[in-house]
């Protein structure tokens, strides 16, 4: 069965340097999450959408923004990076916003030097 | 704010041995979620309880939901090698199903 896809999968970056993490969720699905996993902690949300529209908003920061295309595919858009933006950063994605399971993909780790 | 904790942060067995693993939330949630991720990887979906009572099991692991309590746990039976791994409960949150994720409990089955 067809799962979500990240890419790309690791992405080295320098500070003040700007990132494009790509998401592509499982087909029919219309919902699509970001979270952001720092080393050793647990995935925090930073932000949503249904529908091509943003959904909610988690703890992300003013320098990153993000949106769902009408292939249904989502880009998170990352500027400015600093150190403590090296993290992995999942993609979830889910059919509807009362569906009760989302389905990760692999990650994108992101390293900031 | 909700707030999800998982208790022990850290848990280290021997194969054969029984143990439960721990998830408290802070408001009222009825869906309940258990994840398995192993080092550097994706996360697994384990269980998804969602309502009151629901018992869930798949091999060596049960999972349990206690809405009134606020409490899911996640029972190991007769622990293995390849259960080693961290794992994660989450609750979500509002209308729009984000995640809210518990702390995560590292396991370590030493043979």
């Known amino acids: 069965a067809a799962g979500v896809i990240q890419s790309p999968r690791h992405l080295i970056k320098e500070k003040r340097e700007t990132a494009t993490l790509k998401c592509y969720p499982i087909p029919r699905h219309d919902t699509v999450y970001w979270y952001q996993q720092g080393p050793g902690q647990d995935p925090q949300f930073l932000i949503s959408?249904?529908?091509?529209?943003?959904?909610d908003k988690g703890s992300i920061p003013d320098r990153f923004s993000a949106q769902q295309f009408s292939d249904y595919h989502s880009e998170l858009n990352m500027s400015s990076l600093e150190l403590g933006d090296s993290a992995l950063y999942f993609c979830?994605?889910?059919?509807?916003?009362?569906?009760?399971?989302?389905?990760f993909g692999p990650g994108t780790r992101l390293t900031v030097t | 704010e909700l707030k999800v904790e998982q208790n022990p942060l850290f848990l280290s067995m021997q194969e054969g041995k029984n143990y439960t693993i721990y998830c408290n939330y802070s408001t009222t949630s009825d869906r309940l979620y258990w994840y398995r991720q192993d080092p550097g990887k994706s996360l697994e979906s384990l269980f998804v309880l969602l309502s009151n009572g629901a018992v869930k099991q798949e091999g060596r692991l049960m999972a349990s939901l206690d809405t009134k309590a606020r409490l899911s746990t996640l029972h190991i039976t007769a622990a293995v090698h390849d259960l080693s791994a961290t794992y994660f409960c989450a609750v979500d949150r509002g209308a729009t199903n984000k995640l809210i994720f518990g702390t995560g409990t590292l396991l370590a089955v030493q043979p």
């Open positions: 979830a994605s889910s059919f509807g916003t009362s569906p009760y399971e989302q389905y």
């Open positions: 959408f249904y529908e091509k529209m943003q959904s």
